[in-house]
């Protein structure tokens, strides 16, 4: 399942371990982000209330939404009764969920399933949000949308996005290629009359705080986020993310291939690189030709779990972003 990307606040905490709630309470205390919603105020601007939140399982979006932002639940790939298991249990939390609309196109059930749980919004995010559009407004919900270029961000305007989130390269997990420092201010200026959110290598207020001076009302975080405790996944996965550096990334489609999975283009994944990027990486068309033998290794690798041999796992998504 992918499971995970963000909406989200500063966080300063030490990771991994840290509980959502102790590390959204310490964001607005940072200095980078007090000075740009202090010089923003110089100009006149309203700044809204910032708000964070996450795909990913029952615990984390409740955590998220008790900790004063929005949660949401991550659809993935569209395991149905996994999603409907995840509601049930996230008692009366105010949350959203999520959708890969490209796969949510094959199965757009999954989404009239969520919305009889009356979500607070739904995300969509690597697709045409314009057949759902109707369907989430009509259920009450906010739609938020993601985009990776201008040409996106003015078709989500265009179906009525509540929220734009401009997601850069730097990402963790799947996205394209243009950096967040030029596409954001693109964005505010191409959609006016929609709030904006940043998303991509964003960890700390300084991050909020920068994103915040480019015009965002908010930042969308994922990996950042993986590592608290309410996040489902492997400890090991999760120390690898927070021990990496932003060197250590790589933007591929060497795991998309080995797990048969293969996304539209232009999409790539940020992963960790490890002996299996290192050994396939500009080898795509090799890999392709000896998937069967590779993508039955990579399934044993990832079952043991073996991380130098598949990757480290956020969820069923092989990422880890410059954070």
């Known amino acids: 399942m992918h499971r995970n990307s963000g909406f989200v606040f500063s966080l300063n905490a030490p990771v991994p ?21 202090s010089a923003r105020a110089q100009l006149g601007e309203c700044v809204p209330p910032v708000r964070a939140g996450y795909f990913g399982g029952r615990r ?53 399933g969520v919305l009889v749980h009356q979500p607070a919004a739904i995300m969509l995010s690597f697709g045409d949000p314009s ?49 967040l ?61 927070v021990a990496a550096e932003g060197g250590q990334t790589v933007r591929s489609i060497v795991f998309d291939i080995s797990r048969r999975n293969r996304w539209p283009d232009p999409y790539t994944g940020r992963v960790l690189r490890n002996h299996h990027v290192e050994r396939w990486l500009s080898r795509e068309d090799e890999l392709e030709a000896q998937v069967e033998k590779v993508g039955r290794d990579y399934a044993a690798a990832r079952d043991r779990p073996d991380f130098d041999s598949f990757g480290a796992h956020r969820s069923g998504r092989w990422v880890a972003g410059a954070r």
């Open 17 to 37: 371990g840290p509980s959502i709630a102790a590390s959204v309470s310490s964001s607005l205390a940072d200095a980078e982000l007090e000075a740009a919603l």
């Open 60 to 112: 984390l979006a409740a955590a998220v939404t008790h900790a004063g932002g929005l949660g949401l639940i991550g659809g993935g790939y569209g395991d149905g009764d996994w999603i409907e298991r995840e509601w049930t249990s996230a008692g009366n939390a105010r949350v959203g969920c999520g959708f890969i609309t490209w796969s949510l196109a094959k199965r757009p059930e999954l989404l009239e």
């Open 131 to 179: 057949p759902f559009a109707a369907a989430v407004r009509a259920a009450g919900a906010r739609l938020i949308c993601q985009v990776q270029n201008v040409a996106q961000a003015r078709k989500a305007a265009g179906a009525g996005a509540d929220v734009i989130v401009a997601q850069g390269t730097e990402a963790g997990g799947h996205g394209q290629s243009e950096p």
């Open 181 to 241: 420092f030029t596409l954001l201010p693109q964005v505010v200026g191409s959609c006016p009359d929609v709030p904006v959110v940043a998303a991509g290598g964003i960890a700390d207020g300084r991050g909020l705080a920068a994103a915040i001076m480019l015009g965002a009302e908010g930042v969308l975080m994922g990996t950042r986020f993986y590592a608290s405790q309410e996040a489902d996944g492997h400890p090991e996965a999760k120390r690898r993310i």
